[in-house]
């Protein structure tokens, strides 16, 4: 058995088969922070959505066997988005399931106040269009119509990223009406890989959503200045990643000197002191965009890097605009909770080995 064969194998082993913890489908995974003792399981959508996403993207590169496994693992990971669906009918999918206390579970405080519940979003709502077969194309053209009602300056404007962003139209991460605007580099960049696969009209707000992707690359400001394109990703491996992966995907005109960019760019993150799973996506991102890299190897720790590798961060102060000081602290790591998911992990080395041998 190939070693792909094998790590997709291990991926539906982890897939939950029903529990009182994590309803079956859902892939196992849990929010911790860094240096207090806090760690709580986590019922999510977006690291079953996220997984789901990568598998189908290197379906055509595995065995026939692997192949039939990765549909399997799909199809339960698809039953459980309906949870997760907008109560009153609207075509927007939460983090969390939608049900009275259904987010932060397993806490001791947040799911106990409907104050800590979050809106939906783009980056769940769109992997979960991204990964289902059956979608709906009403559904679709009824989420672009939302879109640009919840973007920065239709109802208010945006207030914690860098001012040379903050006139740009572009989409917020939230559907809510009350939250405050957050732009986020990653966060659209999956939501593009909908719109573009899906060949939607473009608008102002898709031009500026655009020009702020570019924007934040060429200016180099996703490397130097993570956190403030992105609350959510706040890595530069993270935000080359998702950048590289719609470039990859779609490569629109609007992004143009991207590519290039990064190509420049990704030889000279690998040199720099990363952690093993943001050198295998940055790795994994550069044979994408057509480029050679050094040959990883899986190091002696891996167990250990799987059970500690954050792909997402939440930072619990990003929607305070006012005290401004009170967001100053959000960029300060000790204020942020970090979700940890092995079987993403895995489909992340499971991405990177299937380009190295293909």
């Not at 399997?72 to 988005?81: A, E, H, K, V």
């Not at 400001?221 to 491996?237: G, L, N, T």
């Not at 991102?285 to 792909?311: C, H, M, Q, W």
């Amino acid at each position: 058995m190939s070693e792909l064969d094998s790590l997709i194998r291990r991926i539906a082993d982890a897939q939950s088969d029903g529990t009182p913890t994590y309803r079956k489908g859902l892939f196992p995974n849990w929010r911790r922070h860094r240096w207090l003792p806090y760690r709580r399981a986590d019922t999510n959508v977006f690291c079953t959505a996220i997984t789901l996403f990568t598998l189908r993207q290197i379906r055509e590169r595995l065995s026939p066997e692997a192949q039939k496994i990765v549909e399997s693992i799909t199809r339960f990971g698809q039953d459980t988005y309906p949870a997760y669906r907008n109560p009153r009918g609207e075509p927007t999918y939460n983090n969390y399931e939608t049900r009275l206390g259904g987010h932060f579970q397993n806490g001791t405080f947040f799911h106990r106040f409907r104050h800590f519940k979050l809106p939906d979003d783009i980056d769940d709502t769109a992997l979960i269009y991204l990964t289902n077969p059956s979608l709906d194309q009403t559904d679709v053209l009824t989420l672009k119509e939302l879109l640009p009602n919840h973007a920065n300056g239709t109802q208010r404007w945006v207030k914690n990223t860098l001012p040379a962003y903050r006139h740009l139209r572009a989409y917020s991460t939230w559907f809510g009406q009350r939250m405050n605007i957050d732009l986020d580099v990653c966060a659209l960049s999956n939501l593009f890989l909908l719109i573009f696969r899906e060949n939607l009209p473009l608008n102002r707000f898709d031009e500026d959503s655009l020009a702020f992707i570019r924007q934040v690359v060429l200016s180099d400001e996703y490397h130097h200045r993570p956190f403030d394109v992105s609350h959510h990703y706040p890595r530069p491996a993270l935000i080359f990643y998702h950048v590289a992966r719609l470039l990859s995907a779609c490569d629109p005109s609007q992004l143009s000197g991207c590519r290039e960019k990064l190509l420049i760019d990704g030889p000279k993150l690998l040199e720099e002191n990363l952690q093993f799973f943001d050198r295998v996506i940055i790795s994994t991102s550069l044979l994408k965009l057509g480029a050679s890299v050094p040959v990883l190897t899986r190091p002696i720790d891996f167990e250990n890097e799987l059970n500690r590798y954050a792909f997402f961060v939440g930072c619990m102060l990003t929607p305070f605009e006012q005290p401004a000081w009170l967001y100053s602290l959000a960029h300060y790591p000790i204020t942020h909770f970090h979700w940890v998911c092995p079987a993403h992990s895995l489909t992340l080395w499971a991405e990177y080995l299937s380009l190295r041998v293909f």
